[in-house]
């Protein structure tokens, strides 16, 4: 079975540090592009940083750059968000999720098409 | 970056009532558009990919049409398991809709 189960959500006081962490299983992992999206309470849907099979290939929304990075270990099939200067404002259910392909070419679907049961992240005083 | 546009924001609907959301575009994305489904407490889950490829195993009820800037996600017999919140997302650094919350009457 295709799977995603993501992992270090908790309350964290603001200026706090997380790591998250997003276990792959059911697929070859070191050849998807992967992403964290991430949902503030009751709010849509944020794609927060993005990061290609490589590792080399890397994106974060600019609201998260220099506070958040992306990782992952291809060894291990894992997805990993490190969270530092946490604010208010970053409180939300994040989400990893697969950036689908095309079987027949491999090419993008430009869609993510397998998603985690997402993880909470509370930063409050 | 380019905005993404939802309409309506609240649908409320009959079972078997034919629905229909758009989504615009505040630039051309080609045929980048993809629409998911969210019910409360879950991920959300992919419906269509490239504005119109349906996502294997979802039922064909759903269907996605449009280009460019304009696209929709019709729903032909609406169905009590189809409440939830649907969002549509461009390709060109993944930006998603505010949201469409469809509601059964």
């Known amino acids: 079975e295709v799977q995603l189960v993501e992992a270090g959500g908790d309350l964290v006081q603001p200026g706090g540090s997380l790591r998250l962490s997003c276990a792959a299983s059911?697929?070859?992992?070191?050849?998807?592009?992967m992403s964290w999206v991430r949902q503030a309470p009751g709010k849509g849907l944020e794609r927060v940083a993005n990061m290609g099979p490589g590792g080399r290939q890397i994106y974060h929304v600019d609201s998260v750059k220099g506070r958040f990075s992306i990782s992952r270990d291809n060894a291990k099939n894992s997805l990993y968000l490190q969270m530092n200067s946490l604010r208010v404002e970053d409180t939300a259910v994040y989400y990893c999720?697969?950036?689908?392909?095309?079987?027949?070419?491999?090419?993008?679907?430009?869609?993510?098409?397998?998603w985690g049961r997402g993880t909470m992240v509370t930063v409050s005083s | 970056d380019i905005q993404m546009t939802q309409s309506p924001t609240t649908l409320s609907a009959s079972v078997g009532d034919r629905v229909t959301i758009t989504c615009r575009a505040s630039q051309s994305i080609s045929n980048w558009l993809a629409w998911y489904q969210q019910k409360p407490g879950k991920a959300p889950k992919l419906l269509i990919y490239k504005a119109s490829s349906l996502e294997s195993g979802v039922p064909s009820r759903f269907s996605g049409s449009g280009s460019g800037t304009e696209f929709t996600l019709t729903i032909s017999s609406l169905q009590p398991d189809d409440l939830g919140t649907y969002y549509c997302q461009q390709y060109n650094h993944w930006t998603f809709g505010q949201g469409t919350k469809v509601e059964i009457k």
């Open positions: 059911g697929f070859t992992f070191s050849t998807y592009w």
């Open positions: 999720a697969r950036e689908g392909v095309e079987i027949t070419s491999g090419t993008t679907r430009g869609a993510l098409d397998i």
